[in-house]
C-alpha cells in the first residue's frame, strides 16, 4: 500500500515563509525566492554554472552554495530535474548524468542543505507556473504545456491538478523518438529552417492532439522568444500558444510545487 510521504513541521521546515524555487538546466543552476501572491520573484535570482558531470553530488554541492547567496529566503525549496520525478527519486536521465537514476533526490538536497527540499520534473514545474500565472491561466480542462529544448518536456495540468511525468518527449512520431526529430536541439543541429521545424513540429503535435485531445497546447523553452517564426506554421486544430513566463517557468513552478 503506497502511503502519502509526512511533512512534518520542524523549526527548519520554513513553512509558510517565501518559498524558493530552483530550476537545474545543462548549464546553469538557478534560484530566485518566489513570491507566489504575486507570481514574481521576491528577489534578485541567482545563477550559478552547472557542475560538469552534473552528478547528484555536486548538484547538492551548489544548491548548497545557492542557497548561501539568498540568506533572507528561508522558505522550502523546490528543484527542477530534467527527468522523471516519483515522489523525490529520480527515474530516467535522457539528457543528464546516468547516476541521476534512482537517486532520492529530495532525500539528498534536503540533508545537504538542512531545508524542506522537493524536486519536481522541469516540464511539469513549468506546467504548474504557465496554468497558474501564465499562458493558460483560467484554461479550463486539459492544458498540455511542452518545453522545446535540449529534450522535449511534458506536463499535463487537468483543472489545475497536476498529472506528473508525461514524458510526451518521448512519443515515437515516424518511428522515431520525437525529441531526438523535433527538439530545438535538432533544429540547431540539423540547421533546420522554421519552416523545416515547424514540420516536424506539427508531426509532433499532431500525434499529440490524436492521443491527448488537449484543450490547450502551450509551447515554452528558450526558443519560445522566437514563437512568432515558427507557431503560426504548425498546422493543428487545438489552439496552441507561446508559453508567457519564459525562463522564470521553472523557478516560480518549483516554488509553487514546494508550497
Ligand atoms: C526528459 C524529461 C524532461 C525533458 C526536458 C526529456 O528528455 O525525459 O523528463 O522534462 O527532457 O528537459
Do not use: C
Amino acid at each position: 500500500m503506497h502511503l502519502p510521504r509526512l511533512h512534518l513541521p520542524t523549526r527548519r521546515d520554513g513553512r509558510g515563509a517565501t518559498p524558493v524555487g530552483v530550476d537545474f538546466g545543462g548549464s546553469g543552476i538557478k534560484g530566485a525566492p518566489v513570491d507566489l501572491a504575486a507570481g514574481k520573484f521576491a528577489a534578485d535570482r541567482v545563477r550559478i554554472p552547472t557542475p560538469q558531470p552534473s552528478t547528484p553530488e555536486r548538484v547538492a554541492e551548489v544548491l548548497v552554495d545557492l542557497l548561501a547567496q539568498l540568506p533572507e529566503a528561508e522558505g522550502p525549496v523546490g528543484v527542477t530535474v530534467p527527468g522523471v520525478v516519483r515522489h523525490g527519486v529520480v527515474g530516467s536521465a535522457a539528457n543528464i548524468d546516468e547516476s541521476w537514476i534512482g537517486t532520492d533526490a529530495d532525500a539528498l538536497f534536503s540533508r545537504a542543505t538542512g531545508r524542506t527540499v522537493r524536486t519536481v520534473n522541469d516540464a511539469d514545474a513549468a506546467g504548474l507556473a504557465e496554468v497558474r500565472f501564465g499562458a493558460a491561466r483560467g484554461q479550463s480542462g486539459l492544458v498540455i504545456v511542452t518545453t522545446l529544448g535540449t529534450g522535449i518536456g511534458s506536463a499535463f495540468v487537468h483543472d489545475g491538478v497536476l498529472v506528473p511525468n508525461s514524458e510526451l518527449g518521448h512519443l515515437e512520431v515516424d518511428g522515431a523518438n520525437a525529441e531526438a526529430r523535433a527538439a530545438n536541439s535538432a533544429r540547431e543541429r540539423e540547421d533546420l529552417s522554421w519552416e523545416e521545424w515547424a514540420e516536424r513540429l506539427t508531426r509532433y503535435y499532431r500525434t499529440v492532439e490524436r492521443l491527448f485531445s488537449p484543450d490547450l497546447i502551450v509551447v515554452g523553452g528558450g526558443v519560445s522568444k522566437h514563437a512568432d517564426s515558427f507557431l503560426p506554421l504548425i498546422g493543428i486544430d487545438t489552439p496552441i500558444v507561446p508559453a508567457k513566463l519564459r525562463n522564470k517557468a521553472g523557478i516560480i513552478g518549483a516554488a509553487l510545487y514546494v508550497s
